[in-house]
């Protein structure tokens, strides 16, 4: 089989679906790259048995065929042509050469009827929506993820559907972020599936480049199709797939304050300058931070082990009585950089419960902080 490729036309699919394919893997075959040519068109898989990215681009030929080659050796050689070369294909039952000017190049190649093949299932629910919101609802949420949880649940994100909403929540058992919106069409069905973090992070670094492309317009949607084991996203000329994680979630309703007797609201920035001076001399494990809020200012200190000190307060508009109360710098933090208004609202039931964060020019993320004793 021949075929030939532009450069730029190969490689940007290919940079989609590498970041599934581990540079080490069990199997030597999930090193490669399943690339399919029919009818001008060419279609590059990748998988983990977990996740699995598909990409497709245009070729020059009508011949077709299937073959697998390293995934990470054709990108670097990719990467290394000069911009605007064509690249002329030649698979043979082992080898795969390529010819782009005078650079030549054989790889070895794997039968494609080894290549692990991901069943998706027949779709039990699907439903459309702006790829813009599902990447929001990623970026929101997923920085909360837990990483190595002997509570695999609490590994994933949580994708959740009811009442014509779709709904993310991510929580390591110290935080927990939720972002939800309204979506037309949903289909009326309840149903709760838990992500695993490596599908998380992939959809959203796909989304992220793929909206960034030229041509990909703000409106544009996002087909999800979820079968009884795995979830399935089609955006474009790209598709995602990924096992579901089996487990219930926990309730997090219950961790989110309902009644809040105390309220902060400071300016967004002051409040991250703040903190990150303070953080300096926290405990480097445990990043302690504690704050009094009262008589119009949130003041923050910290200490470490061997009694060294800080100090910083900001302006703010409170109301309720005066409390102290210890969190990890850290994860407030990480919960201000993801509010995008100038103000932030941090509401508290009382001096030793968490904290709500809101965004005040957003009201469909909210993310809550639990309380640490310093």
């Known amino acids: 089989m021949k075929f030939r490729v532009l450069r730029e036309d190969l490689l940007l699919p290919l940079q989609q679906v590498i970041g599934v394919i581990e540079r080490r893997q069990t199997l030597p075959i999930l090193s490669n790259v399943l690339i399919a040519v029919e009818a001008g068109r060419m279609e590059l898989t990748g998988t983990d048995l977990e996740v699995q990215l598909v990409a497709n681009t245009g070729i020059e030929g009508k011949e077709s065929g299937r073959f697998t080659v390293p995934a990470r050796k054709l990108m670097d050689i990719c990467r290394l042509l000069p911009e605007g070369s064509e690249l002329a294909f030649e698979v043979k039952p082992e080898r795969v050469s390529l010819q782009c000017g005078k650079s030549r190049f054989v790889l070895g190649a794997l039968p494609a009827e080894n290549y692990p093949n991901f069943e998706h299932g027949d779709p039990a629910a699907a439903f459309n929506c702006e790829a813009q919101l599902l990447r929001r609802a990623i970026e929101k949420t997923a920085f909360a993820m837990a990483q190595q949880d002997v509570r695999y649940y609490l590994n994933g994100l949580l994708l959740e559907i009811r009442q014509g909403r779709i709904r993310t929540v991510a929580s390591d058992g110290h935080r927990l972020a939720l972002f939800e919106e309204a979506v037309e069409g949903m289909p009326d069905v309840a149903r709760q599936l838990i992500l695993p973090r490596k599908g998380v992070l992939e959809l959203g670094r796909l989304l992220a480049q793929v909206s960034g492309q030229a041509g990909a317009g703000v409106g544009e949607l996002a087909s999800v199709q979820i079968s009884a084991n795995n979830v399935r996203v089609v955006f474009g000329a790209f598709s995602f797939a990924a096992k579901l994680v089996e487990g219930r979630y926990p309730d997090y309703d219950r961790v989110i304050p309902k009644a809040a007797s105390r309220v902060a609201v400071t300016d967004r920035f002051d409040l991250r300058s703040a903190l990150t001076r303070v953080a300096v001399l926290s405990n480097e494990k445990f990043k302690g931070?504690?704050?009094?809020?009262?008589?119009?200012?949130?003041?923050?200190?910290?200490?470490?082990?061997?009694?060294?000190?800080?100090?910083?307060?900001?302006?703010?508009?409170?109301?309720?009585?005066?409390?102290?109360?210890?969190?990890?710098?850290?994860?407030?933090?990480?919960?201000?950089?993801?509010?995008?208004?100038?103000?932030?609202?941090?509401?508290?039931?009382?001096?030793?419960?968490?904290?709500?964060?809101?965004?005040?020019?957003?009201?469909?993320?909210?993310?809550i902080v639990m309380p640490m004793r310093l």
């Open 289 to 367: 931070v504690s704050l009094e809020v009262g008589d119009g200012v949130i003041r923050l200190r910290a200490q470490n082990p061997e009694h060294e000190e800080a100090e910083d307060e900001v302006p703010a508009e409170v109301s309720g009585e005066t409390f102290s109360v210890g969190f990890n710098a850290t994860y407030l933090l990480d919960a201000i950089n993801a509010v995008a208004s100038d103000s932030v609202r941090m509401s508290f039931t009382d001096a030793n419960g968490s904290c709500l964060i809101e965004d005040l020019s957003d009201a469909r993320h909210r993310f």
